[in-house]
């Protein structure tokens, strides 16, 4: 009885939903009679003339990758149409160039965020993003020669972006960055719509793009494989950092830099003199990034308060990033804190703007990371910034794509369990691990000068015919 009359004001509510969205759109569109049919796309007759869009249903200032395409097209002097939220500050390549130019999707309402009613939640977002996304693509913006897009979330993004290409005769190009229902399946709740999204995922995937990207070898495979059988080109393009990530060697510039930061100022001597490692890692505070992980192992790492030979060097963790996850996570930091389980550590977290982390990177001892890969083919981007930087890593491991980008040994050290990563913090962050962590920082540096734009050119500025050559 009870889920008979839940489902029913469900259902009701979808109505009223889909009647306020379609009374919205049908006044536009009266209002405007000589704008119902949209433009087509015309190639330009100068190049600087044309307009390729990339689309974020997400946060633009959080898509680091998405960022980047934006970046490269314009330094090949095409005109940039950034389609998503605008929640936090773009990359500053990204502002103030006459040939790039926002279109902010109208931002959710907050009761989603609340996290109420979930049943209702969701489809009110699947709505709000369909109607927000097609008026952006088919109205808003320039018809373009190209719509770069990522993946995830494919609903409603792939079949939005597969009408709007037919109407204005664009062509696509989808960034695979991982599966969308991979990631659901991380959820709980969600998991019973898993099948659902793998069906429309794999259906429309095999058939939106006039190309894709892969953001790894592995996934290529995948893509090209029975498992998704995509029928247009496939291209591997690994994350590479940009020129704002580059490593800091000069001791003076990096306790100047660690002077100013707040979060460090206090120990900045310190860490310069290595009597405080400085350990970052950035999280998106999501279910394929256990924090956990890494508070367990700072809990076992944790120094005794009386010196001794056991005595271990003092860690100052920052945490950058937000997330869902956050909340919760810092109350069980404080209360670790307050239950004297973390002598000798510190853990403060941050948000900074694009520089700000590329200079913490820099000065940093060791990053980590926590990814793992719910898919098992796609790689933290978090790790190549890093390597840009010069930062060596500890990172999650037990993932098929992990070798692809960190090499054991070389530039970083693979852990899965707590107890593992509690060891490679001991052995490296101490003492006698000061030559193996020099090793690894040089591995680092190596990794990393393959940049970006290298990458770019020769894999996705060939597809969209910004570069010429094959």
């Given at each position: 009885?009870?889920?008979?009359?839940l489902?029913?004001?469900?259902?009701?509510?979808?109505?009223v939903?889909s009647?306020?969205?379609l009374?919205?759109?049908t006044?536009?569109?009266a209002?405007?009679p000589?704008?119902?049919?949209?433009?087509?796309?015309v190639?330009?007759?100068?190049p600087?003339?044309?307009?390729?869009q990339?689309?974020v249903?997400?946060d633009?200032?959080r898509?680091?990758?998405?960022q980047?395409h934006?970046?490269?097209v314009a330094?090949?002097g095409?005109k940039?149409?950034?389609i998503?939220?605008?929640?936090?500050a773009?990359?500053?390549?990204l502002?103030?160039?006459p040939n790039?130019?926002?279109y902010?999707l109208?931002?959710?309402?907050e009761?989603?965020a609340?996290?109420?009613l979930?049943?209702?939640?969701i489809?009110y977002?699947?709505?709000?993003?369909?109607?927000?996304?097609?008026?952006?693509?088919v109205?808003a913006?320039?018809?373009?020669?190209?719509i770069?897009?990522?993946?995830?979330?494919?609903?409603p993004?792939?079949?939005v972006v597969?009408?709007?290409?037919?109407l204005?005769?664009?062509?696509?190009?989808?960034d695979w960055?991982?599966?969308?229902?991979?990631?659901?399946r991380e959820?709980?709740?969600f998991k019973?719509?898993?099948?659902?999204?793998?069906?429309y995922?794999?259906g429309?995937?095999?058939?939106l793009?006039?190309?894709?990207l892969a953001v790894?070898?592995?996934?290529?495979?995948?893509?090209?494989?029975?498992?998704?059988?995509v029928k247009?080109p496939?291209?591997?393009?690994?994350?590479r950092?940009?020129?704002?990530?580059?490593?800091?060697?000069?001791k003076?510039?990096r306790l100047?830099f660690l002077?100013?930061?707040?979060?460090t100022?206090?120990d900045?001597?310190?860490?310069v003199?290595g009597k405080?490692?400085l350990?970052v890692?950035s999280t998106s505070?999501?279910?394929d990034?256990?924090f956990?992980?890494l508070?367990d192992?700072?809990?076992k790492?944790?120094v005794?308060t009386?010196p001794?030979?056991?005595?271990?060097?003092?860690i100052l963790?920052?945490?950058?990033?937000?997330?869902?996850?956050?909340?919760?996570?810092?109350?069980k930091?404080k209360?670790l804190e307050g239950?004297g389980?973390?002598p000798g550590?510190r853990i403060?977290?941050?948000?900074?703007?694009?520089?700000?982390?590329?200079?913490l990177l820099?000065c940093a001892?060791l990053g980590?990371s926590?990814?793992k890969?719910?898919?098992?083919?796609?790689?933290?981007?978090?790790?190549v910034?890093?390597f840009?930087a010069?930062?060596?890593v500890a990172?999650y491991?037990?993932?098929?794509?992990?070798g692809?980008?960190?090499?054991?040994?070389?530039n970083g050290?693979?852990?899965v369990?707590?107890d593992q990563?509690t060891?490679?913090?001991a052995?490296?962050?101490?003492?006698?691990?000061?030559?193996?962590l020099?090793?690894?920082?040089?591995?680092?540096?190596?990794?990393g000068k393959?940049?970006?734009?290298?990458?770019?050119d020769?894999?996705?500025?060939?597809?969209?015919g910004v570069?010429?050559?094959?």
């Amino acid at each position: 009885m009870w889920l008979s009359f839940l489902l029913s004001v469900v259902a009701g509510a979808l109505c009223v939903i889909s009647l306020r969205y379609l009374v919205t759109f049908t006044s536009w569109l009266a209002s405007k009679p000589r704008d119902i049919v949209p433009t087509r796309y015309v190639p330009a007759a100068n190049p600087e003339d044309e307009h390729i869009q990339i689309l974020v249903v997400g946060d633009i200032g959080r898509s680091p990758r998405m960022q980047y395409h934006g970046i490269s097209v314009a330094k090949h002097g095409r005109k940039v149409d950034l389609i998503g939220y605008k929640e936090t500050a773009r990359h500053p390549e990204l502002i103030g160039k006459p040939n790039v130019a926002l279109y902010p999707l109208s931002p959710q309402p907050e009761w989603i965020a609340w996290g109420t009613l979930p049943l209702l939640a969701i489809p009110y977002k699947v709505f709000h993003q369909f109607f927000t996304l097609f008026y952006a693509l088919v109205y808003a913006t320039p018809p373009a020669q190209w719509i770069i897009i990522q993946n995830p979330p494919s609903i409603p993004t792939f079949h939005v972006v597969m009408f709007a290409a037919w109407l204005r005769g664009s062509k696509v190009l989808v960034d695979w960055h991982n599966y969308g229902h991979t990631l659901l399946r991380e959820t709980l709740l969600f998991k019973p719509l898993v099948p659902l999204y793998r069906w429309y995922e794999k259906g429309f995937g095999r058939r939106l793009g006039d190309a894709n990207l892969a953001v790894t070898d592995a996934m290529n495979r995948q893509l090209k494989g029975p498992k998704f059988s995509v029928k247009s080109p496939v291209y591997t393009l690994h994350d590479r950092p940009a020129g704002i990530f580059q490593p800091i060697i000069s001791k003076q510039a990096r306790l100047e830099f660690l002077s100013r930061l707040p979060e460090t100022k206090t120990d900045a001597k310190s860490i310069v003199e290595g009597k405080v490692r400085l350990l970052v890692s950035s999280t998106s505070w999501t279910p394929d990034e256990d924090f956990g992980l890494l508070l367990d192992a700072l809990m076992k790492y944790a120094v005794p308060t009386s010196p001794g030979p056991n005595r271990r060097t003092p860690i100052l963790a920052i945490i950058t990033g937000k997330g869902p996850q956050k909340q919760p996570y810092m109350d069980k930091i404080k209360e670790l804190e307050g239950q004297g389980r973390l002598p000798g550590i510190r853990i403060l977290t941050a948000w900074l703007s694009t520089r700000g982390y590329a200079s913490l990177l820099a000065c940093a001892d060791l990053g980590v990371s926590l990814h793992k890969s719910s898919s098992g083919v796609d790689l933290p981007m978090k790790v190549v910034d890093m390597f840009g930087a010069g930062l060596p890593v500890a990172a999650y491991s037990a993932f098929e794509s992990f070798g692809e980008l960190v090499k054991e040994g070389q530039n970083g050290r693979g852990f899965v369990t707590a107890d593992q990563l509690t060891e490679v913090l001991a052995r490296l962050l101490g003492v006698h691990g000061a030559t193996e962590l020099a090793q690894l920082k040089e591995g680092a540096i190596s990794e990393g000068k393959l940049r970006w734009d290298e990458e770019w050119d020769r894999v996705v500025g060939r597809v969209i015919g910004v570069v010429k050559g094959h």
